[in-house]
C-alpha cells in the first residue's frame, strides 16, 4: 500500500444546540404581558442588594450564588451592586442542580452549565439568586448541593419573581416582585424585563 | 430493550456532543472534596466483564458510585460460567435481579448488541472482540478537546488525528475512527498493511505505512497496543522490526509538531509501541485519558440512565428539553 491522501470527512455544523433548546420548532414562549421593565427590574435588584447588606450588617462572608441557567446574570448584577455599596468584593458562583433534582428518571433533566463554587461555603452567608421562584423543588435541590461544597452558616434566597404554587415550605429572603399566575403560564426574565406568556400553538 | 451504547455510530454526531458537553459537568463533581451526587441514587450498575481489564470496569464502577448507583460486578473467571452457562442464561440472570443498566466487555464482536436484545437493561458496550469500544473513544475525543483547549460544542474540523499501529485488531481504532469522522477530523492510519484491515472500504480515512511522512502532518498522534493475544499466525516479522518502523521514540516526537498531543488507550507495551520516555512527556496526555474516563461514564450513565430518551430519538430529547425550561422554579 503506497501513501494515500487523507479524506476530509465532512462533519457536520455543531455548537447550535442551545440554540434548538431555547427555541424548539412550535413550541416557543409568547408573551401576553409585560410585567416589569427593563428599568424595574434593574431597581429591583438595587433594592435586594442593599436589602442583603442590610440584613447581614455589611457583606462580610457573603458569598453569592446563581442559580443556572436564569440565576447567574442576576447573581452577577447584584455580586456587582454589593461591591459598589459595600466597597468590598465579594465571591461570585454558579449552581447547576440537575443532578440534585428529585425528579431524575421521571422526565429529563440536562445539566445546562458548569458548577462554579468559588470557595469552601463553610461558615459562609450563602444568597441564593434565581429568577423565579416557582414550586420551590430547585430550590430544595440546591439546598442539598450546597451541602456538598461546605457547612455554610446561612443561606439565604433572593428571587427577582415569586409566582407562587410552592410544593415545598420554602420561602424567599429577598423578592423582586409577587407575581400571581395561573400553573400553565409562563414566566420569563431577561435583561429586558420580565414578561408573563404561554407556549405557541403547537405549529403542525 | 430500553436504549443503550452499542456503537457510536448509534450515537451519531449530535449524540457525541451531548455526551461530551455532559462531562464537563460531571468533571466539576470530580474535583470537589465530596465528589458525588445522589442523581442515580436506587439504580443498580452491573458490570459483567467476560475478558480482563482495569481501567474500564474500575472507570465504569468509579463513575457509577459518584453518581450514587449501586453496582455489581461480574468477572467471567469466578462465575457459573466456567460450569458452562450460556451467555444468554448469565445475562437473563443478572438482568432477573433488576439491574437498570449492564456494562458487558465481552471477546466475541456482537455479544452486547445480542444481549441488548435479550435483557431489559439498558446495555452498554465497553468493548465488544474486534469491533467496538465507544466509551473508549467519547473520552478520546473528550480528552482531545480538553487539552487542545477547544470549546464546549466545537467540533474538530481540519483536526489532523494519526492513528498508529495494530488497526486490524482493534476496537479502539474502530470507534475512534467512527468518533472523530463524525466530529469533522481528518483521520489517518498508519500501520504494517499486515495490521490494516483487509478492507479499508466505507472507512472515512487515509492510510500509510510510512510514520516518519505522516509525523509533520499531525496535530495528535494516537498510538495503538500491539495486541499480541489477538495476533493470528505471523503478521509481523518481529517486535525489534515493528518498533524500529511504527514506535513512537524520542526522534520521532521531534518531527510531531510542537503541540501535538501523544494518547494511548492502554494498557501500553512500553518500549513496543511507545517508548518509555515518550510515555512520560508533558504533551502525552495518557494520564488525562483515564481521568476523563470517569468524566465521560459518568454523562454516559446519567443519560441513559437519568434522562428518558436522551440517547434514543431527537423528538424526544428536545420535548423534554422544553419541559425542562418550562419546569424550572
Redesign the interface.
Known amino acids: 500500500m503506497g501513501s494515500v491522501r487523507p479524506i476530509r470527512t465532512e462533519g457536520p455544523k455543531l455548537g447550535e444546540r442551545d440554540l434548538e433548546l431555547a427555541r424548539p420548532a412550535g413550541r416557543a414562549f409568547v408573551a401576553k404581558s409585560t410585567v416589569m421593565s427593563a428599568d424595574d427590574v434593574r431597581r429591583a435588584l438595587r433594592r435586594i442588594a442593599h436589602e442583603i447588606v442590610e440584613r447581614n450588617h455589611g457583606t462580610d462572608d457573603l458569598v453569592v450564588i446563581g442559580l443556572a441557567a436564569g440565576g447567574t446574570p442576576l447573581a452577577a448584577d447584584i455580586a456587582k451592586l454589593l461591591v459598589e455599596i459595600d466597597g468590598r468584593e465579594v465571591p461570585l458562583g454558579s449552581l447547576d442542580v440537575s443532578f440534585y433534582r428529585d425528579d431524575i428518571g421521571t422526565r429529563s433533566v440536562l445539566p445546562n452549565s458548569v458548577t462554579k463554587v468559588p470557595v469552601d461555603l463553610t461558615g459562609k452567608v450563602v444568597v441564593l439568586v434565581d429568577d423565579v421562584l416557582f414550586t420551590g423543588r430547585t430550590v430544595r435541590a440546591a439546598l442539598d448541593a450546597l451541602a456538598d461544597h461546605g457547612r455554610a452558616r446561612a443561606v439565604q434566597l433572593a428571587v427577582m419573581i415569586d409566582r407562587g404554587h410552592r410544593e415545598l415550605p420554602i420561602r424567599p429572603d429577598f423578592v423582586g416582585k409577587n407575581l400571581p399566575t395561573r400553573r400553565d403560564e409562563l414566566v420569563m426574565v431577561t435583561s429586558d424585563g420580565v414578561s408573563l406568556g404561554g407556549y405557541a400553538e403547537e405549529a403542525s | 430493550m430500553t436504549e443503550g451504547l452499542l456503537t457510536i455510530e448509534d450515537l451519531g ?2 449524540g457525541i ?2 455526551v461530551l ?2 462531562a ?2 460531571c468533571e ?2 470530580s474535583e ?3 465528589p ?5 441514587r436506587g ?1 443498580t450498575v452491573a458490570t459483567l466483564f467476560f475478558e480482563n481489564s482495569t481501567r474500564t470496569r474500575l472507570s465504569f464502577e468509579t463513575a457509577a458510585k459518584r ?1 450514587s448507583a449501586d453496582t455489581m460486578t461480574f468477572t467471567a473467571a469466578t462465575s457459573s460460567v466456567t460450569k458452562g452457562e450460556s451467555l444468554r442464561d448469565t445475562v437473563e440472570t443478572i438482568d432477573a435481579m433488576g439491574v437498570d443498566a449492564m456494562v458487558i466487555r465481552h471477546p466475541s464482536s456482537g455479544a452486547p448488541a445480542l444481549v441488548a436484545k435479550w435483557v431489559d437493561a439498558a446495555v452498554i458496550n465497553a468493548g465488544d472482540g474486534q469491533h467496538e469500544h465507544p466509551t473508549q473513544a467519547l473520552l478520546d475525543c473528550y480528552t482531545i478537546r480538553r487539552a487542545l483547549g477547544l ?7 481540519g483536526l ?1 488525528v494519526t492513528i498508529v499501529g495494530d488497526v486490524r485488531h482493534s476496537r479502539v481504532a474502530r470507534s475512534n475512527v467512527a468518533a472523530l ?8 492510519l498508519v500501520a504494517p ?1 499486515t495490521l ?1 484491515p483487509p478492507s479499508l472500504e466505507g472507512w ?7 510514520l516518519d ?2 509525523l509533520p502532518e499531525t496535530d495528535v498522534c494516537y498510538l495503538l497496543r500491539l495486541q499480541a493475544e489477538r495476533m493470528v499466525g505471523p503478521l509481523i516479522p518481529d517486535l525489534d522490526e515493528y518498533t524500529r518502523r511504527f514506535g513512537l521514540n524520542r526522534e520521532r516526537v521531534r518531527r510531531l509538531p510542537k503541540e501535538a498531543l501523544i494518547l494511548h488507550p492502554g494498557p501500553m507495551n512500553r518500549g513496543v509501541e511507545i517508548d518509555d520516555d515518550v510515555a512520560d512527556l508533558d504533551r502525552s496526555v495518557i494520564v488525562d485519558q483515564v481521568r476523563n474516563g470517569v468524566a465521560v461514564r459518568m454523562a454516559v450513565l ?1 443519560l441513559l ?6 440517547l434514543g430519538s431527537e423528538r ?14
Open positions: 454526531a449530535q456532543q451531548r458537553e455532559l464537563e459537568a466539576e463533581i470537589r472534596p465530596i458525588k451526587v445522589p442523581t442515580l439504580k453518581l470549546a464546549t460544542g466545537s467540533d474538530f474540523a489532523r469522522a463524525a466530529l469533522g477530523a481528518i483521520v489517518t498493511r490494516l472515512p480515512v487515509g492510510a500509510t505505512s510510512d511522512e505522516v446519567y440512565l437519568g434522562v428518558p430518551g436522551a424526544a430529547f428536545d420535548e423534554a428539553a422544553v419541559m425542562m425550561g418550562a419546569e424550572r422554579g
